[in-house]
């Protein structure tokens, strides 16, 4: 994806801004399915100083996710900010995930598998669709997991009346 590919010769020392509209294409370039859709403005700030570049990647937007209880489709708000940075050195290195290194003599910088990193983990661990939350979704698996669930009452009556525990409360007392 050249779109992503920063040419920073000729570019003064100091700021440089860079504008971006990420959609579900790029993820589809790096097999990623996980979206079914995607709006996501991207600026990318390069800082270039005498010896090294600073880039600092700002996102927000939205990406329309499945629903971890539910399975229903709805749009997740995104946001983030990414910083690393890139030396020159004699040869390639991008083990250290907030420093690479370029071989001496490169004109661009592809930030692209970057990009794709900062995004995807900026998402929650667990997705819930906002209708659940607040109740206002209805949906056949929600009505299923109500029905199924455990009842706080009769739980906490059973614990009361099992007998074994008020045998090992007497181990504490009786000293």
Not at 21 to 45: M, S, W
Not at 141 to 159: G, H, Q, T, V
Request: charged share 30%; net charge negative; with cysteine.
């Amino acid at each position: 994806m050249k779109e992503f590919t920063i040419p920073f010769v000729g570019l003064k020392l100091g700021k440089h801004i860079f504008t971006f509209e990420i959609k579900n294409t790029f993820f589809e370039h790096f097999e990623y399915e996980e979206f079914q859709d995607a709006e996501i403005a991207l600026e990318v700030v390069l800082d270039k100083k005498t010896t090294l570049l600073e880039f600092t990647l700002g996102f927000s937007g939205f990406v329309t996710v499945n629903c971890d209880l539910t399975n229903e489709p709805y749009n997740q708000e995104i946001a983030g900010e990414y910083h690393f940075v890139v030396k020159f050195g004699d040869s390639f290195n991008d083990e250290n995930e907030d420093l690479l290194i370029l071989p001496h003599g490169s004109h661009q910088v592809n930030i692209q598998q970057y990009i794709y990193e900062s995004i995807v983990l900026a998402l929650p661990s667990k997705r819930i669709h906002p209708g659940v939350k607040d109740g206002t979704l209805q949906s056949d698996i929600l009505k299923k997991l109500e029905e199924l669930s455990p009842k706080d009452k009769d739980f906490s009556e059973r614990a009361e009346i099992d007998p074994r525990w008020d045998n090992l409360k007497k181990l504490l007392t009786d000293k």
